[in-house]
């Protein structure tokens, strides 16, 4: 997808995005809107293939699947979803992604070009945004002349097969430890469907949340435990006890944010654990990288309880 290595760099809270736009009818006109989708997420980008139509499918949306390498992939027309009516195009693309350990195509007017830039760049949109956009979009990137609206990607699959509940695996034993320590954690993540949901699975537990919307936000929040912490002549740890973090997240990504607790002094003894739907093996090495205690892929959001469990064993914090 892209000729540089931004894919092989750990910490430099940058991204790629591979810039799409969806032309729209409107009575008398058209309009193109720009969106934007993070490279890690992008398999390849085809012309439109043949399609066998799938039966009983869960929604109007889903136009098909189709045959690449022997593997099966439904095509989602992405305006359709967004609950516009797309223009025919001559040459519409297929940009075809993995998350969550999913195959999935989405069907685009057209794809424009891939921009590096840094998370900073990203605006989280404000509150009434989301709103006005049934929490769809998870970040907002302002060029001169146009505005690409980053989506919420794991919001359309999880719609779209909303029987894909996560079971967590816990035992009594686990159970009874968490009700009675009760430790607190602090949870990052830009989509407001996967905090609800991994909050809830958290709480369900025993764990004490805390959430933030994105990186940035959890450091101050990580900032402002540890200075109390240091006027009281308290350990951090009278406070927060662990950090589950999404990666991509506005302002200030989850590679960021573990790269700066292990850098920092006082911090540096909270396991972190990156919760994300780009963990892949190609992509693991990144959060070695910059320190991360354990990594789990929201595929596998079963195993976040325990695993989170085991790194708050005696003897595992500073």
């Known amino acids: 997808m892209s000729d540089t290595n931004i894919l092989l ?26 969106y934007g989708i993070n490279v890690a997420k992008v398999l390849e980008i085809l012309q439109m293939p043949e399609l066998t139509e799938m039966p009983d499918v869960t929604h109007e949306a889903v136009l098909g699947a189709f045959n690449l390498r022997n593997e099966i992939i439904p095509l989602i027309d992405l305006a359709h979803w967004l609950g516009k009516d797309r223009l025919p195009s001559e ?21 424009t070009r891939i921009h590096r830039i840094n998370w900073q760049e990203v605006e989280a949109p404000t509150k009434y945004v989301s709103s006005l956009t049934a929490n769809s979009i998870t970040g907002v990137v302002k060029f001169t002349n146009r505005i690409i609206f980053i989506l919420d990607m ?35 993540d830009d989509s407001n469907m996967a905090r609800k949901m991994i909050a809830k699975i958290l709480s369900e537990s025993g764990f ?16 402002t435990i540890k200075a109390k912490a240091e006027k009281d002549r308290q350990p951090v740890t009278n406070s927060i006890n662990a950090i589950v973090s999404d990666i991509e997240m506005p302002a200030m990504d989850g590679h960021s944010l573990t790269k700066a607790i292990k850098e920092d002094p006082v911090l540096k003894g909270l396991p972190v654990i990156l919760c994300s ?38 003897g595992r914090q500073a």
């Not at 991204?15 to 720009?34: A, M, Q």
């Not at 892949?280 to 695993?307: C, F, M, N, W, Y």
Request: charged share 30%.
């Open 9 to 34: 760099e750990s910490g430099t809270n940058e991204l790629e995005i591979v810039e799409f736009f969806l032309d729209d009818k409107r009575p008398n006109s058209k309009y193109r809107g720009y």
């Open 154 to 188: 794991e919001k359309i699959c999880m719609e779209l097969n909303p029987d894909t509940v996560p079971v967590t695996d816990v035992t009594d034993t686990v159970k009874q430890q968490l009700a009675q320590k009760k430790p607190r954690l602090l949870l990052a």
């Open 91 to 111: 040459a519409p693309k297929v940009i075809v992604t993995e998350f969550n350990r999913t195959k999935s195509a989405f069907l685009v007017s057209g794809v």
């Open 277 to 314: 739907s780009i963990i892949t093996e190609t992509l693991h090495h990144k959060g070695i990288a910059v320190g991360a205690d354990d990594q789990v892929s929201k595929a596998e959001l079963g195993e976040l309880v325990p695993r989170v469990y085991k790194l708050l064993e005696p």
């Open 208 to 223: 004490r949340v805390h959430t933030e919307e994105n990186g940035e936000q959890a450091w101050q929040y990580l900032q």
